[in-house]
């Protein structure tokens, strides 16, 4: 069994009075992708949060490689090599596509060069110049995903990755990902196209009303679909 990189238990936390997470407990293994699933509202986005310290009400245990997160500060946990990519991208609109890869700091060694950012994403290479308020959304998407791997970070997580964009780029992103799997990167993803994230995924979790209802292979999906996509409206 490969070594556990991430380890949730009894995470709880919310935004203001509002409680979202009701004790979620969660494994990543290393060289894992893992895609968590769940209705709008589940806790998804909000235990993603939690996990790289945006979420600030937050009790239980979060620990990464056994050091834990809890009470660290955001730059401290992106530090432990955590390379987070939001449903917003959180692209510098004012910036241009090479401004926006050159600006964030290296966490580790064995981030991507440039060169190998426009190899991996061509269209970034065509648009080096053009400023990110140019860019269509799925340029955004593929600029926010480079701009972490320029760090080095060598735990990937990622918001729904694929809403919105025209599967010419999901594709794109789907051989992005596949490729970093290939060099051992370990991946969680909230993602609900049940195409893309099976092309991805080893293991996949449901989320319910804040807790982790369920968990299956990859391999199980095609027997879950019906169920899932009944349950999820998707």
């Not at 979790?205 to 409206?233: C, N, P, W, Y």
Request: net charge neutral; glycine share 12%.
């Amino acid at each position: 069994m490969s070594k556990i990189v991430l380890k949730v238990e009894g995470l709880h936390g919310g935004y203001g009075d509002s409680e979202v997470l009701h004790g979620v407990d969660l494994e990543v293994r290393r060289g894992e992708t893992l895609s968590m699933l769940g209705l709008n509202g589940a806790g998804k986005t909000t235990t993603l949060r939690a996990i790289t310290g945006l979420l600030k009400r937050r009790t239980g245990s979060i620990r990464l490689n056994g050091a834990e997160l809890i009470g660290k500060p955001i730059h401290s946990i992106a530090r432990q090599g955590i390379g987070y990519v939001p449903e917003e991208r959180g692209i510098f609109a004012a910036l241009t596509v090479e401004e926006n890869l050159l600006l964030p700091p290296a966490i580790a060694v064995g981030g991507l060069d440039i060169k190998e950012i426009y190899q991996l994403f061509p269209n970034l290479k065509d648009r080096s110049r053009s400023a990110g308020t140019k860019l269509s959304g799925g340029e955004q998407q593929m600029l926010a995903i480079a701009r972490v791997l320029r760090t080095g970070a060598q735990f990937l997580i990622l918001d729904e990755p694929t809403e919105g964009l025209a599967p010419v780029i999901i594709d794109r992103i789907g051989d992005v990902l596949t490729y970093l799997k290939e060099r051992g990167m370990t991946i969680l993803l909230v993602e609900q196209n049940f195409s893309f994230a099976q092309r991805v995924a080893d293991r996949f979790v449901v989320m319910d009303h804040g807790v982790i209802a369920d968990t299956f292979l990859s391999s199980e999906l095609g027997d879950r679909k019906a169920a899932l996509q009944a349950q999820l409206g998707v």
